[in-house]
C-alpha cells in the first residue's frame, strides 16, 4: 500500500534557510558548542524582549 500526497503551496521542504543555517553552524561548532551558541542565543533574545517591550 503505497500513499502519496500533493505538496500544498505553502509546504516547505527540509531545505530552508533556517536549516541550513543550523546545519552548518552544528558542522562547525559541534554538538556542544551548537547547544552553548544557542543557549547563549535565547539568553540574549530574552534581555533584549525584557528590556524593550516589557519595561
Same mark, same amino acid.
Given at each position: 500500500? *503505497?500513499?502519496?500526497?500533493? *505538496? &500544498?503551496?505553502?509546504?516547505? /521542504?527540509?531545505?530552508?534557510?533556517?536549516?541550513?543555517? &543550523?546545519?552548518?553552524?552544528?558542522? *562547525?561548532? /559541534?554538538? &556542544?558548542?551548537? /547547544?552553548?551558541?544557542?543557549?547563549?542565543? /535565547?539568553?540574549?533574545?530574552?534581555?533584549?524582549?525584557?528590556?524593550?517591550?516589557? *519595561?
Amino acid at each position: 500500500m *503505497k500513499y502519496e500526497f500533493e *505538496k &500544498n503551496f505553502l509546504d516547505k /521542504g527540509i531545505m530552508t534557510l533556517r536549516f541550513k543555517i &543550523n546545519y552548518w553552524l552544528l558542522k *562547525k561548532l /559541534g554538538l &556542544n558548542g551548537f /547547544g552553548l551558541f544557542a543557549f547563549i542565543w /535565547g539568553i540574549f533574545i530574552g534581555i533584549i524582549i525584557y528590556e524593550f517591550i516589557l *519595561k
